[in-house]
């Protein structure tokens, strides 16, 4: 595809060799990230960073990379605060936007909002997550952080056997991740999941026509059994009617030490997209695997940071001038990593 001024909506309009070049980019953002390198590539830029649902790390860490690489970013992070709450449209607060930004990063709750903003918006869209469908940059960054833990382990995504963990119908993530999966070969999932919340039929379909292997059950113990990778979701509570009906939910699959030494195969990657549910009664993925050496989800989280340096610097045709401007760090910067 052409990344020069392209939206980035959905994980279906990259081809094989897109995630390449991506992955390829984000790998030269390491010394930046790392606080190794200075780069000014994008001085002057701003990126809109527009969150209208609850994000952390997303959010951030999209405004992180901008910063690295020398881009200033301006945000709202509530609907609440937004005029979005005083009934404005997608079209209007797109165009308005639109105009004093570089690029808009955009998570809104209903699905194909993003896509509705950004056929109003004169500047490409990031789509940070729109509901339930699609959040194209964590999938690469999930799928960055795969190749790399496997690599370390000697394997490939090719070949691959993952469990996919908990809320499948909800989590937007493994939608994306699934279905970004579908340009790789000969991938066995297992989708361990309450069968009111399984994977949707139709990314079902899309797997099992591209020759993936699907095996969709609802025990866990059996399930975790050779995988390369494992997956976790939490409960998307946001997503039900109410909290109690997702309550019947929480706590349903849990993976801790004793689970983990049990049931998967040693160096089984364990993986979170994040905010793990911590609480008591859910706890999905237990702080007694923090120090596990296959504990993946904070080299995921850094690995998020240089991902979407890649798409900023992919989208706004910088790539290759990044170390152009490149200065050392000055301050003190050691024990990060
Ligand atoms: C996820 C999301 O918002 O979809 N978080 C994230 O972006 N890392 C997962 C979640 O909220 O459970």
């Not at 695997?289 to 998020?304: E, K, M, V, Y």
């Amino acid at each position: 595809m052409e990344f020069r001024g392209a939206h980035i909506l959905s994980v279906k309009q990259f081809e094989r060799s897109d995630v390449d070049r991506i992955f390829e980019v984000a790998d030269t953002m390491v010394p930046y990230a790392r606080r190794e390198r200075i780069t000014r590539v994008l001085e002057g830029a701003i990126l809109g960073n527009m969150f209208f649902e609850p994000s952390t790390r997303t959010r951030v860490s999209f405004g992180c990379a901008f910063n690295l690489l020398g881009g200033q970013v301006r945000e709202t992070s509530d609907v609440k605060t937004s005029s979005i709450s005083k009934g404005e449209s997608l079209y209007d607060t797109a165009r308005v936007i639109s105009g004093y930004s570089d690029i808009i990063v955009m998570r809104h709750p209903q699905m194909g909002s993003v896509n509705e903003f950004a056929k109003a918006s004169r500047v490409p869209v990031i789509n940070g997550g729109d509901g339930p469908n699609e959040h194209p940059s964590q999938a690469l960054l999930d799928l960055y952080t795969i190749k790399k833990e496997l690599l370390s382990n000697d394997r490939q995504v090719d070949g691959m056997n993952i469990a996919m963990i908990g809320d499948l119908k909800h989590g937007r993530t493994v939608h994306s991740l699934s279905q970004l999966l579908l340009l790789y070969d000969n991938i066995t999932f297992t989708l361990i999941s309450p069968t009111e919340l399984k994977m949707p039929a139709e990314i079902v379909s899309e797997l099992t026509a591209a020759g993936h292997k699907v095996i969709e059950t609802e025990d866990m113990e059996a399930g975790l059994n050779d995988n390369h990778t494992v997956y976790l979701t939490r409960i998307q509570e946001e997503r039900f009617t109410t909290k109690l009906e997702a309550d019947i939910y929480r706590g349903r699959f849990r993976l801790n030490q004793s689970i983990y030494t049990r049931y998967c195969q040693p160096n089984t990657v364990i993986m979170h997209p994040l905010p793990r549910d911590s609480r008591e009664e859910a706890n999905e993925l237990d702080n007694d695997l923090n120090q596990h050496p296959s504990l993946a989800i904070f080299r995921q989280t850094d690995n998020g940071v240089v991902v979407r340096m890649a798409l900023f610097a992919l989208v706004l045709d910088v790539a290759d001038k990044v170390d152009d401007s490149a200065t050392d760090v000055g301050w003190y910067t050691q024990g990060r990593f």
